[in-house]
């Protein structure tokens, strides 16, 4: 399969714990964003990565989160602290240079 | 607040009957994509539209763009259980971001 690979696909953790998400993109997509989705809601944008510069963070992005993209392929999302809001589906997405993106099934993220 | 709304936000139809999503702006769109989502699981991209007036049709699944690049419609003709999904549009907007609807729930009753 050569989609969009995201790991792991459900975590489960406890308030102030730190979490990391891992996103494979399709390997000729030099673009790569993190969304994040709750509960009735159409996801929304994190943050974006061209080849391993993160070129715009979303007022979303707490200074808790992090993400990386350090030789331009994998890509990393850290949260650090974690708190009950932040529990949310975490979805990965890669792109050519065009608009259309392909979407990761997403890491189900749970904080208790 | 969301740039795109979506009508209705819950559809529940019987198998063989046709259904038709809305997806408005008052924002213009270089382009809106479709996705599909099943519960647990990632968007799946069903369309891209990115010209004023552009029809596509996919099997059952006709997708319109709106002439001013503000809204776009989904219709499915002689639905399928198999169609049951959440429906997101989202649009570009010459830059690397969507902006997603907040979906429409549609179930198909076999």
């Known amino acids: 399969d050569t989609g969009v690979s995201q790991n792991p696909r459900h975590k489960i953790t406890k308030r102030g714990q730190n979490v990391t998400f891992r996103c494979d993109p399709i390997s000729e997509h030099n673009r790569l964003y993190w969304y994040r989705q709750t509960l009735g809601q159409g996801p929304e944008f994190l943050t974006y990565?061209?080849?391993?510069?993160?070129?715009?963070k979303s007022r979303l992005l707490s200074d808790r989160f992090s993400a990386e993209r350090p030789k331009g392929s994998f890509s990393t999302l850290e949260i650090q602290r974690t708190e009950q809001g932040d529990s949310a589906m975490y979805l990965c997405?890669?792109?050519?240079?065009?608009?259309?993106?392909?979407f990761g099934p997403g890491t189900r993220l749970l904080v208790l | 607040t969301q740039l795109l709304e979506q009508s209705p936000q819950f559809l529940s139809i019987q198998e063989g009957e046709n259904l038709t999503v809305y997806c408005n702006s008052s924002s213009v769109f270089s382009s809106l994509q479709w996705y599909r989502q099943e519960p647990g699981e990632g968007p799946v991209l069903l369309v891209t539209v990115v010209t004023g007036g552009e029809v596509k049709k996919l099997k059952r699944l006709t997708f319109q763009f709106g002439d001013a690049r503000k809204d776009s419609s989904l219709h499915i003709t002689a639905a399928q259980p198999g169609d049951t999904g959440l429906y997101l549009c989202?649009?570009?907007?010459?830059?690397?971001?969507?902006?997603f609807g907040a979906g429409t729930t549609v179930t198909v009753r076999a």
């Open positions: 989202a649009g570009g907007r010459y830059d690397y971001k969507l902006s």
């Open positions: 997405a890669s792109s050519p240079p065009v608009e259309t993106q392909y």
């Open positions: 990565f061209q080849n391993e510069a993160q070129l715009e």
